[in-house]
């Protein structure tokens, strides 16, 4: 292939374009919004046994809440990544992920999603990124980002005493917050209520039918059916 041509030239870049735009819409998470963008979302008494459904509400927390290390927010989930910077790239240092069981809420009615009963390969959480700090060697961390640092053995400085350069991304569930949560529905016991025959709905997942769940606004459009 004579690379001097132009043509070999703008061939070439199209390719890797095209390549990178189908590596992009394929993507896990894209192709996760999409289903849920498709599935019409369905009111929780109206749920059958086994069906996979999608639900749109709010997420409440039943047990103490979560708070998120840096913006401090009350949530049910949070997913915090810290890089470092290493000449032209990032180097992730700190992956931290912690959740909690939680409800979603509509229409005044309620379902417990499982996320403890989904292993990691059943379920998927796609959260925007809706909180950033960073530090590099002009700019001081901030004694939240500090402190949260060393709870996870690091700190902002290197050997020499001098500011590493360092940003952190902060992904979260927060209470109260609009969500969309796509999962194998099934009725069991309330166990608040074991003096009646009610009956609560839970949300889990599979390795085939996935437990997803997100805060993309695109996942809670409803969609309109001819």
Request: contains cysteine; proline residues 2%.
């Amino acid at each position: 292939m004579d690379f001097s041509d132009p043509k070999t030239t703008i061939l070439l870049i199209a390719v890797l374009l095209i390549s990178s735009l189908i590596r992009f819409y394929f993507s896990s998470k894209n192709s996760i919004a999409r289903q849920l963008q498709k599935t019409k979302r369905k009111l929780i008494p109206y749920v059958r046994e086994d069906e996979y459904v999608k639900i749109v509400g709010k997420a409440t927390n039943f047990e103490t809440a979560l708070q998120a290390p840096i913006s401090k927010r009350s949530c049910v989930y949070y997913h915090v990544i810290v890089e470092r910077r290493a000449h032209k790239s990032w180097i992730k240092i700190i992956d931290d992920e912690l959740f909690q069981n939680f409800h979603i809420v509509a229409d005044g009615e309620k379902a417990l999603i499982n996320l403890n009963l989904s292993r990691k390969n059943c379920k998927v959480l796609n959260i925007v990124s809706d909180h950033a700090v960073d530090s590099n060697l002009f700019k001081d961390a901030s004694e939240a980002f500090e402190q949260y640092l060393n709870t996870q053995n690091t700190d902002s400085k290197n050997l020499l005493g001098l500011n590493r350069e360092l940003r952190y991304t902060e992904r979260i569930i927060e209470i109260d917050e609009e969500i969309a949560v796509m999962g194998i529905g099934k009725w069991k016991n309330d166990s608040k209520n074991k003096s009646t025959n009610e009956k609560q709905l839970m949300l889990y997942g599979t390795e085939k039918r996935k437990l997803y769940v997100t805060d993309d606004p695109k996942a809670m459009k409803q969609v309109r059916r001819n």
